[in-house]
Protein backbone atom coordinates (compact mmCIF):
# COMPACT_ATOMS: atom_id res chain seq x y z
CA UNK A 1 0.00 0.00 0.00
CA UNK A 2 1.37 3.86 -0.79
CA UNK A 3 0.19 6.89 0.45
CA UNK A 4 0.71 9.21 -2.84
CA UNK A 5 3.04 11.88 -2.94
CA UNK A 6 -0.01 14.19 -2.04
CA UNK A 7 -0.44 12.61 1.18
CA UNK A 8 3.17 13.05 2.00
CA UNK A 9 3.77 16.49 1.54
CA UNK A 10 0.87 17.38 3.58
CA UNK A 11 2.28 15.70 6.45
CA UNK A 12 5.59 17.27 5.83
CA UNK A 13 3.46 20.35 6.16
CA UNK A 14 1.93 19.56 9.23
CA UNK A 15 5.77 18.76 10.61
CA UNK A 16 6.96 21.99 9.69
CA UNK A 17 4.26 23.71 11.37
CA UNK A 18 4.48 21.60 14.45
CA UNK A 19 8.18 22.25 14.52
CA UNK A 20 8.44 26.23 13.93
CA UNK A 21 8.61 27.75 17.08
CA UNK A 22 9.87 30.23 17.54
CA UNK A 23 7.89 31.51 14.08
CA UNK A 24 9.24 34.76 14.13
CA UNK A 25 11.94 36.02 11.16
CA UNK A 26 15.07 37.71 13.49
CA UNK A 27 16.90 39.29 10.38
CA UNK A 28 16.28 42.83 10.12
CA UNK A 29 15.90 43.79 6.30
CA UNK A 30 19.12 45.49 4.78
CA UNK A 31 19.43 47.26 1.75
CA UNK A 32 23.05 48.70 0.14
CA UNK A 33 23.25 53.01 0.92
CA UNK A 34 21.66 53.72 -2.85
CA UNK A 35 18.83 51.33 -2.62
CA UNK A 36 20.41 48.09 -3.96
CA UNK A 37 18.78 45.20 -2.55
CA UNK A 38 20.81 42.61 0.12
CA UNK A 39 20.36 39.16 0.20
CA UNK A 40 20.69 37.94 3.79
CA UNK A 41 22.85 34.47 2.62
CA UNK A 42 23.58 33.83 -1.22
CA UNK A 43 24.01 29.61 -1.51
CA UNK A 44 26.18 29.12 -4.90
CA UNK A 45 25.23 25.59 -5.97
CA UNK A 46 21.68 24.10 -5.88
CA UNK A 47 22.77 20.31 -5.36
CA UNK A 48 21.91 18.55 -2.53
CA UNK A 49 24.13 20.49 -0.36
CA UNK A 50 22.73 23.96 -1.23
CA UNK A 51 19.03 22.77 -1.38
CA UNK A 52 20.01 21.62 2.19
CA UNK A 53 21.51 24.27 3.36
CA UNK A 54 18.62 26.86 2.23
CA UNK A 55 16.24 24.63 4.04
CA UNK A 56 18.30 24.86 7.27
CA UNK A 57 18.19 28.36 7.09
CA UNK A 58 14.66 28.74 6.79
CA UNK A 59 14.79 26.53 10.08
CA UNK A 60 16.76 28.89 11.89
CA UNK A 61 14.32 31.54 10.98
CA UNK A 62 17.25 33.07 8.54
CA UNK A 63 15.12 34.69 5.65
CA UNK A 64 16.16 36.60 1.85
CA UNK A 65 18.29 33.91 1.17
CA UNK A 66 18.64 33.10 -2.77
CA UNK A 67 20.11 29.41 -4.31
CA UNK A 68 21.87 30.17 -8.10
CA UNK A 69 23.15 27.57 -9.75
CA UNK A 70 24.85 27.54 -13.54
CA UNK A 71 22.61 24.41 -14.85
CA UNK A 72 19.27 24.76 -15.88
CA UNK A 73 16.55 22.53 -13.23
CA UNK A 74 17.38 18.91 -13.14
CA UNK A 75 20.69 19.11 -13.58
CA UNK A 76 22.13 20.16 -10.84
CA UNK A 77 25.33 18.41 -9.31
CA UNK A 78 26.39 15.69 -10.62
CA UNK A 79 23.62 13.06 -10.51
CA UNK A 80 22.21 13.86 -14.36
CA UNK A 81 25.38 14.96 -16.03
CA UNK A 82 29.39 13.69 -15.31
CA UNK A 83 28.02 10.82 -12.90
CA UNK A 84 28.10 7.66 -14.25
CA UNK A 85 27.32 5.36 -11.39
CA UNK A 86 24.05 3.27 -11.30
CA UNK A 87 24.15 4.11 -7.95
CA UNK A 88 25.04 6.49 -5.05
CA UNK A 89 27.76 4.34 -3.13
CA UNK A 90 26.63 5.47 0.29
CA UNK A 91 24.12 3.40 2.53
CA UNK A 92 20.07 4.17 1.47
CA UNK A 93 19.66 5.02 4.95
CA UNK A 94 21.58 7.86 5.42
CA UNK A 95 19.91 11.23 6.47
CA UNK A 96 20.62 14.09 3.44
CA UNK A 97 19.11 17.55 2.79
CA UNK A 98 15.70 16.48 4.85
CA UNK A 99 16.95 18.18 8.36
CA UNK A 100 16.06 14.60 10.32
CA UNK A 101 12.60 15.06 9.15
CA UNK A 102 11.01 11.59 8.92
CA UNK A 103 8.52 12.38 6.22
CA UNK A 104 11.42 14.17 3.98
CA UNK A 105 13.54 11.22 3.48
CA UNK A 106 14.11 9.86 0.27
CA UNK A 107 13.25 6.63 1.96
CA UNK A 108 9.34 8.08 2.72
CA UNK A 109 9.70 9.51 -0.40
CA UNK A 110 10.27 6.18 -2.11
CA UNK A 111 7.76 4.79 -0.02
CA UNK A 112 5.10 6.94 -0.70
CA UNK A 113 5.03 5.87 -4.21
CA UNK A 114 6.49 2.30 -4.28
CA UNK A 115 5.29 0.93 -0.76
CA UNK A 116 7.34 -0.21 1.86
CA UNK A 117 8.61 -3.85 0.47
CA UNK A 118 9.88 -1.81 -2.53
CA UNK A 119 12.13 -0.24 0.04
CA UNK A 120 13.61 -3.19 1.74
CA UNK A 121 14.37 -4.76 -2.02
CA UNK A 122 16.38 -1.38 -2.63
CA UNK A 123 19.78 -1.77 -1.87
CA UNK A 124 21.51 1.42 -2.41
CA UNK A 125 19.82 4.67 -4.31
CA UNK A 126 19.50 4.55 -7.86
CA UNK A 127 21.31 7.72 -8.87
CA UNK A 128 18.70 9.61 -11.01
CA UNK A 129 15.93 8.43 -8.84
CA UNK A 130 17.87 10.37 -6.09
CA UNK A 131 18.03 13.68 -8.83
CA UNK A 132 14.34 12.94 -8.87
CA UNK A 133 13.86 13.37 -5.22
CA UNK A 134 16.26 16.46 -5.08
CA UNK A 135 13.63 18.31 -7.24
CA UNK A 136 10.85 17.36 -5.04
CA UNK A 137 12.38 18.23 -2.43
CA UNK A 138 12.85 21.63 -3.81
CA UNK A 139 9.69 21.64 -4.96
CA UNK A 140 7.57 20.58 -2.15
CA UNK A 141 9.66 23.04 0.35
CA UNK A 142 9.67 25.84 -2.06
CA UNK A 143 13.47 26.66 -1.79
CA UNK A 144 14.35 29.45 -3.75
CA UNK A 145 16.73 28.61 -6.79
CA UNK A 146 17.43 30.81 -9.78
CA UNK A 147 18.84 28.61 -12.28
CA UNK A 148 21.34 29.77 -15.35
CA UNK A 149 23.26 31.73 -13.27
CA UNK A 150 27.25 31.14 -13.41
CA UNK A 151 28.86 33.00 -10.34
CA UNK A 152 32.00 34.69 -12.14
CA UNK A 153 33.93 36.47 -8.90
CA UNK A 154 33.60 37.31 -5.01
CA UNK A 155 34.68 40.53 -4.07
CA UNK A 156 34.24 42.72 -0.86
CA UNK A 157 31.92 46.14 -1.40
CA UNK A 158 31.71 48.35 2.03
CA UNK A 159 30.12 45.55 4.53
CA UNK A 160 28.64 42.87 1.99
CA UNK A 161 29.91 40.35 -0.97
CA UNK A 162 29.91 41.01 -4.18
CA UNK A 163 29.17 38.34 -6.51
CA UNK A 164 29.17 39.05 -10.44
CA UNK A 165 27.67 36.68 -12.19
CA UNK A 166 25.96 36.17 -15.76
CA UNK A 167 22.97 35.40 -16.68
CA UNK A 168 21.83 34.71 -19.99
CA UNK A 169 24.42 35.96 -21.34
CA UNK A 170 24.04 39.64 -19.37
CA UNK A 171 26.67 40.42 -16.56
CA UNK A 172 25.07 41.70 -13.46
CA UNK A 173 25.94 41.12 -9.55
CA UNK A 174 24.28 40.18 -6.23
CA UNK A 175 24.99 41.90 -2.85
CA UNK A 176 25.02 39.54 0.40
CA UNK A 177 25.62 39.81 3.78
CA UNK A 178 26.88 35.68 3.54
CA UNK A 179 28.05 33.52 0.91
CA UNK A 180 27.91 29.94 0.93
CA UNK A 181 30.47 28.20 -1.61
CA UNK A 182 27.89 24.83 -1.83
CA UNK A 183 29.16 23.45 -5.32
CA UNK A 184 30.76 20.00 -4.02
CA UNK A 185 33.91 18.65 -5.88
CA UNK A 186 33.28 21.21 -8.10
CA UNK A 187 34.63 23.68 -5.73
CA UNK A 188 37.45 22.40 -4.81
CA UNK A 189 39.83 23.96 -7.73
CA UNK A 190 38.41 21.48 -10.90
CA UNK A 191 39.69 18.41 -11.71
CA UNK A 192 43.23 16.88 -11.23
CA UNK A 193 44.94 16.64 -14.29
CA UNK A 194 48.08 14.86 -15.18
CA UNK A 195 49.58 18.06 -17.44
CA UNK A 196 52.46 15.86 -18.58
CA UNK A 197 50.32 12.69 -19.89
CA UNK A 198 48.08 15.42 -21.85
CA UNK A 199 50.46 17.93 -23.11
CA UNK A 200 51.29 15.58 -25.75
CA UNK A 201 47.57 14.99 -26.48
CA UNK A 202 45.23 17.02 -28.85
CA UNK A 203 41.84 17.36 -26.53
CA UNK A 204 39.39 15.26 -29.15
CA UNK A 205 41.48 12.26 -27.72
CA UNK A 206 41.10 12.88 -23.54
CA UNK A 207 38.72 13.89 -20.73
CA UNK A 208 38.51 13.55 -17.25
CA UNK A 209 35.91 11.85 -15.66
CA UNK A 210 34.54 15.11 -14.54
CA UNK A 211 33.59 16.23 -18.02
CA UNK A 212 29.93 16.17 -18.68
CA UNK A 213 29.74 15.59 -22.58
CA UNK A 214 32.16 12.63 -23.36
CA UNK A 215 30.74 11.82 -27.11
CA UNK A 216 30.78 7.80 -27.59
CA UNK A 217 31.11 8.38 -31.07
CA UNK A 218 34.67 9.18 -30.70
CA UNK A 219 35.33 5.66 -29.69
CA UNK A 220 32.11 3.22 -30.43
CA UNK A 221 33.46 0.10 -31.94
CA UNK A 222 37.24 0.90 -31.01
CA UNK A 223 39.25 0.56 -27.37
CA UNK A 224 39.22 3.05 -24.66
CA UNK A 225 42.04 3.81 -22.18
CA UNK A 226 41.16 4.57 -18.65
CA UNK A 227 43.25 5.50 -16.05
CA UNK A 228 43.10 5.44 -12.18
CA UNK A 229 41.68 3.22 -8.87
CA UNK A 230 39.16 4.69 -7.83
CA UNK A 231 35.13 4.04 -8.32
CA UNK A 232 34.86 6.58 -11.02
CA UNK A 233 37.56 5.22 -12.99
CA UNK A 234 35.69 1.80 -12.92
CA UNK A 235 31.74 3.85 -13.30
CA UNK A 236 33.34 5.20 -16.77
CA UNK A 237 35.32 1.99 -18.07
CA UNK A 238 31.67 0.41 -17.58
CA UNK A 239 30.02 3.58 -19.19
CA UNK A 240 32.11 3.25 -22.19
CA UNK A 241 31.48 -0.42 -23.09
CA UNK A 242 28.35 -0.19 -22.31
CA UNK A 243 28.29 2.75 -24.99
CA UNK A 244 29.64 0.79 -27.92
CA UNK A 245 33.67 0.60 -26.89
CA UNK A 246 34.93 -2.97 -28.05
CA UNK A 247 37.25 -3.10 -25.23
CA UNK A 248 37.71 -0.82 -22.36
CA UNK A 249 41.50 -1.38 -20.49
CA UNK A 250 41.90 0.10 -17.21
CA UNK A 251 45.21 1.36 -15.71
CA UNK A 252 46.35 0.98 -11.68
CA UNK A 253 49.61 2.24 -10.49
CA UNK A 254 49.38 0.22 -7.56
CA UNK A 255 50.25 -3.68 -7.75
CA UNK A 256 47.41 -4.32 -6.19
CA UNK A 257 43.27 -2.81 -5.07
CA UNK A 258 42.60 -2.11 -1.48
CA UNK A 259 40.46 -4.42 -0.02
CA UNK A 260 39.07 -1.80 2.83
CA UNK A 261 37.43 1.34 2.91
CA UNK A 262 39.29 3.07 5.58
CA UNK A 263 36.94 5.72 5.91
CA UNK A 264 34.44 3.67 7.65
CA UNK A 265 37.30 3.85 10.44
CA UNK A 266 35.88 7.73 11.07
CA UNK A 267 32.44 7.38 10.44
CA UNK A 268 31.06 7.71 13.50
CA UNK A 269 29.07 10.95 15.18
CA UNK A 270 31.77 11.89 17.53
CA UNK A 271 34.20 12.52 14.73
CA UNK A 272 31.86 13.93 12.23
CA UNK A 273 30.49 16.37 14.85
CA UNK A 274 33.66 17.03 16.80
CA UNK A 275 36.66 16.81 14.58
CA UNK A 276 36.60 20.64 14.30
CA UNK A 277 37.30 21.35 17.43
CA UNK A 278 40.46 19.41 17.03
CA UNK A 279 44.51 21.24 17.87
CA UNK A 280 45.75 21.44 14.12
CA UNK A 281 48.24 18.65 14.82
CA UNK A 282 45.70 16.06 15.92
CA UNK A 283 43.48 17.24 12.86
CA UNK A 284 46.54 17.19 10.40
CA UNK A 285 47.46 13.81 11.98
CA UNK A 286 43.74 12.19 10.83
CA UNK A 287 43.66 14.26 7.33
CA UNK A 288 46.47 13.09 6.42
CA UNK A 289 46.45 9.33 7.25
CA UNK A 290 42.94 9.83 5.48
CA UNK A 291 44.51 10.86 2.45
CA UNK A 292 47.38 8.20 2.26
CA UNK A 293 44.89 5.59 2.16
CA UNK A 294 43.23 4.15 -0.71
CA UNK A 295 40.05 3.60 -1.57
CA UNK A 296 38.97 0.62 -2.80
CA UNK A 297 35.72 0.84 -5.66
CA UNK A 298 32.60 -0.32 -4.40
CA UNK A 299 32.68 -4.06 -4.24
CA UNK A 300 29.31 -4.08 -6.41
CA UNK A 301 31.22 -1.48 -8.98
CA UNK A 302 34.01 -3.89 -9.08
CA UNK A 303 31.75 -6.63 -9.86
CA UNK A 304 30.18 -5.25 -12.53
CA UNK A 305 33.22 -4.03 -14.03
CA UNK A 306 34.83 -7.45 -14.21
CA UNK A 307 31.55 -8.91 -15.44
CA UNK A 308 31.17 -6.57 -18.54
CA UNK A 309 32.76 -8.13 -21.65
CA UNK A 310 35.46 -6.46 -23.16
CA UNK A 311 36.74 -4.88 -19.61
CA UNK A 312 40.73 -5.43 -18.97
CA UNK A 313 42.28 -4.05 -15.59
CA UNK A 314 45.95 -3.82 -15.38
CA UNK A 315 47.58 -3.57 -12.06
CA UNK A 316 51.11 -2.00 -11.74
CA UNK A 317 50.74 -0.16 -14.67
CA UNK A 318 51.17 3.54 -14.11
CA UNK A 319 51.25 5.63 -17.45
CA UNK A 320 54.91 6.73 -17.89
CA UNK A 321 53.90 9.10 -21.18
CA UNK A 322 51.06 9.76 -23.80
CA UNK A 323 51.26 10.93 -27.46
CA UNK A 324 49.33 11.06 -30.19
CA UNK A 325 49.66 8.55 -32.85
CA UNK A 326 47.38 9.34 -36.31
CA UNK A 327 43.65 9.66 -34.63
CA UNK A 328 45.08 7.27 -31.66
CA UNK A 329 46.38 7.97 -28.15
CA UNK A 330 49.86 5.60 -27.14
CA UNK A 331 50.51 5.34 -23.83
CA UNK A 332 53.76 3.61 -22.28
CA UNK A 333 53.52 1.84 -19.32
CA UNK A 334 56.39 -0.22 -17.63
CA UNK A 335 55.68 -3.45 -19.44
CA UNK A 336 54.82 -1.78 -22.76
CA UNK A 337 53.23 0.04 -25.40
CA UNK A 338 49.01 0.41 -25.84
CA UNK A 339 46.79 2.36 -28.40
CA UNK A 340 43.67 3.45 -27.66
CA UNK A 341 40.96 5.46 -29.93
CA UNK A 342 40.15 7.38 -26.29
CA UNK A 343 41.67 8.36 -23.25
CA UNK A 344 39.60 8.75 -19.54
CA UNK A 345 41.49 10.24 -16.40
CA UNK A 346 39.82 9.42 -13.51
CA UNK A 347 42.53 10.74 -11.38
CA UNK A 348 40.32 12.95 -9.17
CA UNK A 349 40.21 16.84 -8.30
CA UNK A 350 42.72 19.51 -7.39
CA UNK A 351 41.79 20.27 -4.02
CA UNK A 352 43.13 23.48 -3.98
CA UNK A 353 40.84 26.65 -3.58
CA UNK A 354 43.55 28.78 -5.46
CA UNK A 355 41.97 27.44 -8.66
CA UNK A 356 38.35 28.34 -8.13
CA UNK A 357 37.09 31.11 -10.71
CA UNK A 358 34.91 32.66 -8.34
CA UNK A 359 38.28 32.99 -5.69
CA UNK A 360 41.12 33.72 -8.46
CA UNK A 361 41.32 37.60 -7.59
CA UNK A 362 41.50 37.27 -4.40
CA UNK A 363 43.24 33.64 -3.72
CA UNK A 364 46.66 34.84 -2.74
CA UNK A 365 45.02 35.78 1.14
CA UNK A 366 43.10 32.73 1.42
CA UNK A 367 44.78 31.35 4.75
CA UNK A 368 45.96 27.80 3.74
CA UNK A 369 46.86 25.01 6.22
CA UNK A 370 51.14 26.00 4.59
CA UNK A 371 50.42 29.48 6.22
CA UNK A 372 49.12 28.29 9.54
CA UNK A 373 50.99 24.90 10.35
CA UNK A 374 54.15 23.35 10.09
CA UNK A 375 53.89 19.45 10.41
CA UNK A 376 56.93 17.61 12.13
CA UNK A 377 59.60 16.16 9.27
CA UNK A 378 58.13 12.99 7.42
CA UNK A 379 54.64 14.37 7.90
CA UNK A 380 54.50 16.32 5.32
CA UNK A 381 51.12 16.24 2.92
CA UNK A 382 51.00 18.58 -0.21
CA UNK A 383 47.46 17.42 -0.46
CA UNK A 384 46.85 19.33 2.93
CA UNK A 385 49.16 21.87 2.55
CA UNK A 386 46.77 23.72 0.24
CA UNK A 387 43.91 23.32 1.46
CA UNK A 388 41.70 26.23 2.97
CA UNK A 389 42.40 27.01 6.51
CA UNK A 390 38.89 27.48 7.91
CA UNK A 391 37.20 29.67 10.99
CA UNK A 392 34.82 27.23 12.96
CA UNK A 393 31.94 28.14 10.73
CA UNK A 394 33.39 27.17 7.70
CA UNK A 395 34.95 30.58 6.84
CA UNK A 396 37.25 31.48 4.91
CA UNK A 397 40.35 33.20 6.85
CA UNK A 398 42.78 35.59 5.37
CA UNK A 399 46.87 35.13 5.59
CA UNK A 400 47.74 38.73 5.53
CA UNK A 401 44.76 40.58 8.00
CA UNK A 402 42.77 43.01 6.59
CA UNK A 403 43.31 42.93 3.04
CA UNK A 404 40.35 41.15 2.52
CA UNK A 405 37.89 41.46 5.74
CA UNK A 406 34.50 40.19 3.85
CA UNK A 407 35.95 36.64 3.93
CA UNK A 408 34.90 36.20 7.30
CA UNK A 409 31.20 35.72 5.34
CA UNK A 410 32.24 33.73 2.82
CA UNK A 411 31.25 29.80 3.85
CA UNK A 412 33.23 27.31 2.00
CA UNK A 413 30.93 24.00 1.99
CA UNK A 414 32.92 22.14 -0.42
CA UNK A 415 35.47 18.73 -0.13
CA UNK A 416 39.02 20.70 -0.04
CA UNK A 417 37.50 21.88 3.25
CA UNK A 418 38.24 18.28 4.91
CA UNK A 419 41.40 19.32 6.71
CA UNK A 420 39.89 21.74 8.59
CA UNK A 421 36.31 20.45 9.07
CA UNK A 422 36.69 16.59 8.71
CA UNK A 423 34.17 14.88 6.06
CA UNK A 424 31.53 16.88 7.52
CA UNK A 425 30.55 18.44 3.88
CA UNK A 426 29.67 17.39 0.22
CA UNK A 427 29.17 13.70 1.14
CA UNK A 428 26.33 12.23 2.62
CA UNK A 429 27.81 10.55 5.40
CA UNK A 430 28.99 13.39 7.50
CA UNK A 431 26.57 15.90 6.36
CA UNK A 432 23.86 16.13 9.47
CA UNK A 433 26.95 17.14 11.60
CA UNK A 434 28.73 19.92 9.52
CA UNK A 435 25.66 21.38 8.85
CA UNK A 436 24.52 22.81 11.87
CA UNK A 437 27.91 24.07 12.09
CA UNK A 438 27.70 26.08 8.88
CA UNK A 439 23.90 27.49 10.36
CA UNK A 440 25.34 28.37 13.36
CA UNK A 441 28.03 30.22 12.03
CA UNK A 442 25.95 32.38 9.39
CA UNK A 443 23.57 33.19 12.25
CA UNK A 444 26.26 34.06 14.89
CA UNK A 445 27.44 36.29 12.25
CA UNK A 446 23.96 38.25 11.47
CA UNK A 447 23.14 38.55 14.90
CA UNK A 448 26.37 39.95 16.42
CA UNK A 449 26.22 42.39 13.61
CA UNK A 450 22.79 43.36 14.27
CA UNK A 451 23.11 43.70 17.99
CA UNK A 452 22.55 46.96 18.36
CA UNK A 453 19.34 47.34 16.08
CA UNK A 454 18.21 44.07 18.15
CA UNK A 455 18.31 46.11 20.80
CA UNK A 456 16.89 49.43 19.52
CA UNK A 457 13.78 46.99 18.74
CA UNK A 458 13.54 45.64 22.09
CA UNK A 459 13.72 48.98 24.21
CA UNK A 460 11.23 50.26 21.40
CA UNK A 461 8.83 47.75 22.70
CA UNK A 462 9.83 47.77 26.01
CA UNK A 463 8.88 51.76 25.77
CA UNK A 464 5.46 50.89 24.69
CA UNK A 465 3.99 49.17 27.18
CA UNK A 466 1.73 51.19 29.52
Keep these: MTIGLPELERRIAQDLRRIAHPHRLWVPPTTAADGRPVRNVLVIGA ?269 GRPWLSARAIGNEAEVETPRGRHRFAFLIFGTGYAMDVRRQPELAACADNIALWRDRYAPPAGEESETLARQPYLGPGFELLEKTPGRTPWFAHVRYWAIASWGSMGPAAVGLNGYKYGLPRLIDGIGRSLFLADADAHYDAYLATARSVP
Design 47 to 315: GHSGLGIAFALGRARIDNVLVVDARPAGAEGPWRTYARMDTLRTAKDLIGPDGDLPNLTFQAWFEAQHGEDAWAAVTLIPREMWADYLLWFRRTLDVPVENGVRVLSLSGEGPYVRAEIERDGTRDHILAREVVIATGFDGSGGAQIPEALVANLPRTLWAHTSEEAIDPARFRGRRVGVLGAGASAFDNAIWALANGASEAHLFVRRPSLPAINFMRGVEYAGFFRHFPELDDARRWRFMRLMFSLSTPPPPATLEKARATPGFRMHL
